[in-house]
Structures are given as structure tokens and as C-alpha cells.
């Protein structure tokens, strides 16, 4: 499956910014998608992760409250809704496809074997 995330940008803190993630060529229902993000000098963290169904969230306890991801199968898309944004939050975010079944494992960047392009966020003070 190919992945193409975009919606990043500049924005001042205390805002929102909705990102997407577009799917092609592969069975996206069948894929768990997660969204990650770098920040410079730093890993890969994980951000947020969506069942295949889209019934499931889990979030990284920094963003949990104030970020929303979706997912629209029809549409092989999935969002990241990011309200109440902080300087912290600025990193390149990618958007990631896993087929594990090993759910213990979503929030590390190993159990996605299909990434995104990145696409930057960052939030002024």
C-alpha cells in the first residue's frame, strides 16, 4: 500500500490543523493505521492508532484529549485532528500501515511496514 499524507503547515499555538493520509493500492481495511511523528535531534514517536474498523483509537498520553484520529474506508483515507496545538507538537508527521495482529506492538515504529511521505507541522508561540 502506498501512503500520502498531507495537510501540514504553520500555525499559532492554542490552534488546529486536520492532516490526511490517502491510501492506494492495496486493501486499506485491512491495514492498522497510526500516525507518528520526529521532531529534529529526535525519534520517531508514536502519536496515535486506529483499528481497522475504525472503532479503536489509542494515543500517546502527550496528545490524548487533543488529537483525534479517524478513518474513512470508503475513501481509503485516514485523519489526524490536532486541536489545542503546542510548540511541543511540531514535528514532520507520518502517517503508517501495519497488518500486525500483535496489538501490544502499534505504539513502535517496527510494526509498520508501509509509510508515508511526512508532512510538517510546525506551531509557533
Known amino acids: 500500500v502506498q501512503l500520502q499524507a498531507s495537510g501540514g503547515g504553520l500555525v499559532q499555538a492554542g490552534g488546529s490543523l486536520r492532516l490526511s493520509c490517502a491510501a492506494s493500492?492495496?486493501?486499506?481495511?485491512?491495514?492498522?493505521m497510526g500516525w507518528f511523528r520526529q521532531a529534529p535531534g529526535k525519534e520517531r514517536e508514536f502519536v496515535g492508532v486506529i483499528s481497522r474498523g475504525g472503532g479503536n483509537t489509542f494515543y500517546a498520553d502527550s496528545v490524548r484529549g487533543r488529537f483525534t484520529v479517524s478513518r474513512d474506508n470508503t475513501k481509503n483515507t485516514v485523519s489526524l485532528q490536532m486541536n489545542s496545538l503546542k510548540p511541543e507538537d511540531t514535528a514532520v508527521y507520518y502517517c503508517?500501515?501495519?497488518?500486525?495482529?500483535?496489538?501490544?506492538?502499534?505504539?513502535?515504529?517496527?510494526?509498520?511496514?508501509?509509510w508515508g511521505q511526512g508532512t510538517l507541522v510546525t506551531v509557533s508561540s
Open positions: 493500492g492495496g486493501a486499506f481495511g485491512s491495514y492498522v
Open positions: 503508517a500501515a501495519s497488518n500486525t495482529v500483535i496489538i501490544t506492538t502499534l505504539t513502535r515504529p517496527n510494526a509498520y511496514g508501509y
